[in-house]
Nanobody, 116 residues
Framework: QVQLVESGGGLVQAGGSLRLSCAAS????????MGWHREAPGKQRELVAT???????NYAGSVKGRFTVSRDSAKNTVFLQMYSLKPDDTAVYYC??????????WGQGTQVTVSS
């Protein structure tokens, strides 16, 4: 069993910054990717950013250049540094982890609200 605990969400004004963190615990081995998805009201859940065990990153076009995903492999922790936040970034952000076996897990989510 794997547990993902997110932190760092909150309310910020447009143009501001936030940093999300997610720590994975439990049976952690053979990680493929860690990252973040988000779900905004009335919209489908979408990928925000992922980082592989080799450090390869992948970003949604809407956040490229503004968000940075990173990880501390020793602590099984992934971060999302968000700059130049926009009201359209308002969503529940979910930490995600996938394994080489194909299994994946989601965190409980953390709310990010960007006011205009």
């Amino acid at each position: 069993q794997v547990q993902l605990v997110e932190s760092g969400g909150g309310l910020v004004q447009a143009g501001g910054s936030l940093r999300l963190s997610c720590a994975a615990s439990g049976i952690i081995s053979n990680i493929n990717t860690m990252g973040w998805h988000r779900e905004a009201p009335g919209k489908q859940r979408e990928l925000v950013a992922t980082i592989s065990s080799r450090g390869t990153t992948n970003y949604a076009g809407s956040v490229k250049g503004r968000f940075t995903v990173s990880r501390d492999s020793a602590k099984n922790t992934v971060f999302l540094q968000m700059y130049s936040l926009k009201p359209d970034d308002t969503a529940v952000y979910y930490c995600t982890i996938s394994f080489l076996s194909g299994r994946g897990y989601w965190g409980q989510g953390t709310q990010v609200t960007v006011s205009s």
